[in-house]
């Protein structure tokens, strides 16, 4: 029977603790945890059996604790070591169990012993077995589950390591004659036997003669040249990179013939240098660092082995290869060395491993004979990821022409846009324009801009952490820079790049400076809001829209390139830019400012008469855009119209352009600000028109239209109070009647 973690507390076995010797107090912090229970019965199937046979020996618990932490550096004490498993092993005569403690308690191996066992001692490599005669070395998997616990990238295709259920196996046996006891200390096994001489009455029979009552009570005296003899050995255990290099030698044996033992070797041998490396007493030294080639060198022979061999784990070869540090020249060099004489056959392990690390940014630039090598594996292996192995910075160096060779042998079978947009790449590559264009008038526009979906890598490449555009990115912002914002839109829309890594490729593309922002990045945000983006970065994509419009007005600075889309297309196809208010476009009317930035402006009117730009962030940006001209001012009345400041926004438009001032109020002084009609609007206006000036005229125009409105929204005594004491009440006479008319008509 067996019970786990908290379930062992239903055994019915109650522990209690006692304080042996330590002070009262520390006895608080201690608790008992239940971890596992398992009992034992014997045989009942069998006719003949003996309780011997469920004895239980050699109860062992064994930390591991994390890789690098010491107990010392630099021979001062450190930190406490941080602990990462607990291993418990106890054994039977004939079989013994290890178990992996931790969040679980898991069953890691089971050891059949050939012959009956005495005493068993387990280390983080080796579980050491004394029988009467013989000292057995067997593996442990301690490693291989500790590894599991350390790194959450184990079992990924970054990093890889032996399983835990690997049957465990012999090492070594080596006979000694009566063993009793067994330890273990360092790399020292320490054994102590006791060489018993035969039994004295055996072979010392008394002679035959009559029995008496007294002959049952003889006892023979053994002579003292017979007493047992003790004896202490010490055994030098292995050291682990000698023991590593007889295993991979060993191994050898069976790569052609049984490939499960040579994989099963070679595991074991990776696992026993892990074990070693583990070690928190392990300095940085020489010893060190042949343990960490030797590491390498096992995960380059696991990777030979799960390349070349038709394994059902054969994807173990790319995070083996990945571990040993092996660059793809050097593992095409191993795989091509390994084959003798014959047509070469690429198993699924290394295609596996191939196909992964050129889909990988990595730095490596192969050679042209080593590029031509890879497209001809692909060819035979899987000629429809040629279009993708292409597209790999690892590439750079192939031959084109031969690329498009091949592409055309694709195609006939599998054709597809993205082979399309390669075979484009490629003549580009080689400079022939035409054959370029013929490619790339194959598809829509639509299509062209969604097949770049399937293959990124035909835009951008990522070379040293940085992402660069490609030879047919550079082209297409030259001769189709629409496809190629669509092309940017369609990557993000379907999460192969982010806002800021758009950004950053559109300014490289641009080469523009820190200070200016390419007006091909304009377009990629505007066509974002037009695609309809997540609420997440619509805030963000309107304030840099907003941003660079109110920086290029300010600067007077007309956009590098050409906009794709004009304010219309946008206020037709984007709801966030709305239709540019009456009394806006009629300030914009009165002077020549519109005529030298229309775009930039009257998209920066229409997001700010749209619904989603958030007003208050866009404050802090308009101080260095004058109230001085139209355009200017017109931004400026529209963000404190926006944040409800009307009141100052009157004072704007009475000081800079009181011509706009009816229409303004006409548009924005409804409703809840109706009351500013006659409670900020009449009251300036009056004031104003009692000194005579250039704009006499309009304030007098603007006052009369004032009084019509308030005349028609008050009653007569409210009208009456609202009324300047110093008016001449002929002027405001006429007012007076029409609204004393409306009284009547209600």
Known sequence: MELLGEESRLCGILVTLESTGLAKEDTEYFQVRYILYRRFSPDLSSFVFSIEETKLHSLQLLPMYQTGSSMAVNGKPAAKKELLSVFCFFSLPHVGYLYAVGSLVELLSTYQYSEKSQQAVLTPQFLHVITSNSLQCLTVRCSAAAAREEDPYIDTTMKACPPVSLDVCALRMQLFIGLKAICHFNNHVILLTKADSEDITERRKPPRRV???????????????????????????????????????????????????????????????????????????????????????????????????????????????????????????????????????????????????????????????????????????????????????????????????????????????????????????????????NEMDCYTEMRLAYGFIGEPRLLRQQREGRIVPTELAIHLKETRPGLLVASMLALHENSKVELEEADSYFEMLCGKNEDTTPQLLVDFWEALLVAGSEKEILQELLFKLTSQYIWRLSRKQLPDTKPLKTTEDLINSCNHYGLIFPWVTFIMSLGPAYDKYPEDLSKLQSLLCGPSVDIASVLPFLEPLSED??????????????????????????????????????????????????????????????????????????????????????????????????????????????????????
């Open 211 to 437: 029995l008496s009552r007294k002959a049952d009570s003889v006892k023979l005296k053994t002579p003292p040249e017979s007493e047992p003899g003790w004896n202490l050995y010490i055994v030098n255990t292995i050291s682990t990179i000698q023991l590593y290099r007889e295993m991979v030698d060993y191994s050898k044996t069976y790569e052609n013939v049984r490939t499960k033992s040579c994989i099963h070797l070679l595991s074991e041998a990776h696992l026993l240098v892990r074990a070693a490396l583990m070690d928190p007493s392990l300095m940085e030294s020489e010893e060190k660092e042949k343990l960490l080639a030797a590491f390498r060198e096992s995960c380059a022979h696991l990777g030979d082995c799960y390349s070349r061999f038709d394994t059902k784990d054969s994807h173990l070869a790319l995070p083996y290869y990945k571990m040993s540090g092996l660059s793809i020249t050097e593992v095409l060099k191993r795989i091509d060395s390994g084959v003798e004489g014959g047509p070469q056959k690429y198993e699924k392990g290394f295609i596996f491993y191939l196909n992964h690390s050129l889909y990988e940014d990595l730095n490596e630039e192969l050679s042209k004979e080593s590029a031509a090598k890879v497209l001809q594996i692909f060819c035979l292996a899987e000629p429809t990821q040629l279009p993708h192995v292409l597209c790999s910075p690892c590439m750079k160096n192939v031959c084109p022409l031969m690329a498009m060779e091949l592409l055309q042998k694709v195609e006939l079978i599998v054709p597809s846009v993205v082979l399309t947009l390669t075979k484009a790449a490629m003549a580009l590559k080689m400079g022939d324009l035409e054959a370029y264009k």
């Open 629 to 746: 001209s139209n355009a200017g001012l017109s931004v400026h009345v529209l963000c404190t119209t926006g944040v409800g400041e009307y009141e100052k926004s009157i004072d704007k438009l009475l000081g800079k352009c009181p011509e706009a001032l009816i229409p303004y109020a006409q548009h924005e002084l409804k409703d809840e600000n109706r009351a500013l009609w006659w409670n900020k609007l009449l009251p300036e206006l009056c004031k104003r028109t009692r000194y005579l000036g250039d704009d006499y005229s309009i304030l007098i125009s603007s006052l009369k239209e004032t009084l019509s409105v308030v005349a028609m929204e008050l009653e007569l005594r409210d009208f009456l109070n609202v009324l300047p004491e110093d008016g001449t009440a002929a002027f405001f006479l006429p007012h007076l009647l029409q609204c004393s008319k409306r009284k009547l008509v209600t």
